[in-house]
């Protein structure tokens, strides 16, 4: 089954449900790539600073279903913030991603001390206007730069990644997003899997004859956001996205809505990383 699709403040569609390449080693990667794609995952995240785009590029040359079925996401690496510099940044990753065009590139971190998140979003303006990226968005942004972003360009990110959740769950800044029309990605979908052994995730996951793992994606699909999930073991890989065949009810949902923690960030703080 396919993933369902949002659609984007800029008309393309992004899959709900995606597979995330953080921590996989570039001598990895294809292999771990090349499971997602025959599980059925389409949308690929990985990054410049993830070292690994050139296996993804093996795994999307190898693909059986074809470089426009996959929906192909990168970063732009805190180092390379600023006009010229991220112009090359991309040139780079395109390279290593063996692509000619990318359906979304996003800003790492916001990284507000370099002072260089503007410039590079100009930059990621006119990638796209010359129609070498689709949609252009970011990662880790706050509601002031995101404001600044659309007040000095004309142009709001279509996509947020941001850490979301069951234990960070981000509600002020989602709400935010619904506002202004930015789609939502989660990022360590699972809390890196520290939300695995939660006994109540469990207990909700054995109603469906469902694991917490996807009772906690599930969660994310029910909440409209786009998740991206990763794993090495193909087991996993494939659990992590037979997801589409249930819905979390309202009360289920209520229950993990109150597993919000105010200290429930495992990653960086945005205002201060990069
Ligand atoms: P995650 O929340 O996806 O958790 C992954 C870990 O959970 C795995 O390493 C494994 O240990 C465990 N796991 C996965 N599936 C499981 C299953 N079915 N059963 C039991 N355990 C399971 O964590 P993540 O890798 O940090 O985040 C996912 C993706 O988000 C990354 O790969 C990356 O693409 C993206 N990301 C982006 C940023 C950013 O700054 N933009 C930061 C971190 C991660």
Redesign the pocket.
């Known amino acids: 089954m396919n993933s369902p699709v949002i659609r984007l403040n800029d008309g393309y569609e992004i899959p709900q449900l995606g597979f ?5 080693p570039n001598a990895g990667a294809a292999a771990a790539v090349t499971a997602a794609i025959d599980a059925g995952y389409r949308l690929i ?3 410049a600073a ?1 070292r690994n785009e050139e296996g993804v590029g093996d795994a999307i040359a190898a693909s059986p279903v074809g470089r426009d079925a996959l929906f192909i996401t990168t ?1 732009l690496a805190n180092p390379d913030q600023g006009y010229e510099s991220t112009l090359r940044a991309f040139d780079a990753s395109m390279k290593l991603l063996r692509i000619e065009k990318l359906d979304l590139y ?1 800003i ?2 916001q990284a507000v001390h370099r002072g260089a998140y503007l410039d590079t979003w100009k930059a990621f303006v006119k990638l796209r206007d010359e129609g070498r990226i689709a949609s252009i968005g970011v ?2 942004f706050t509601v002031p730069n995101l404001e600044r972003l659309r007040d000095e360009t004309g142009v709001m990110p279509s996509v947020n ?1 941001i ?1 979301l ?1 069951p234990r960070f769950q981000q509600k002020a800044l989602r709400a935010y997003h619904a506002k202004a029309g930015i789609a939502t990605e989660s ?7 520290s939300l ?1 052994d939660d006994p109540q995730l469990a207990a909700i996951g054995r109603k469906y004859g469902k ?1 917490a ?1 996807q009772v906690i994606l599930r969660w994310h699909l029910d909440l409209g956001l786009i998740a ?6 193909p087991a ?1 890989i494939v ?2 996205f037979d997801l589409f065949d249930f819905r979390l009810s309202e009360e289920d949902i209520a229950a993990i809505d109150k597993l919000d923690r105010p200290d429930g960030r495992i ?1 960086p703080d945005p205002e201060v990383f990069g």
């Open positions: 995330g390449v953080w921590q996989v995240d990985t990054a993830y970063k996003l790492h971190w990662s880790n990644q850490e959740h990022w360590s979908p699972l809390g890196q899997g695995i694991t793992a991206i999930p990763k794993s090495v073991t996993r659990e992590n990653g």
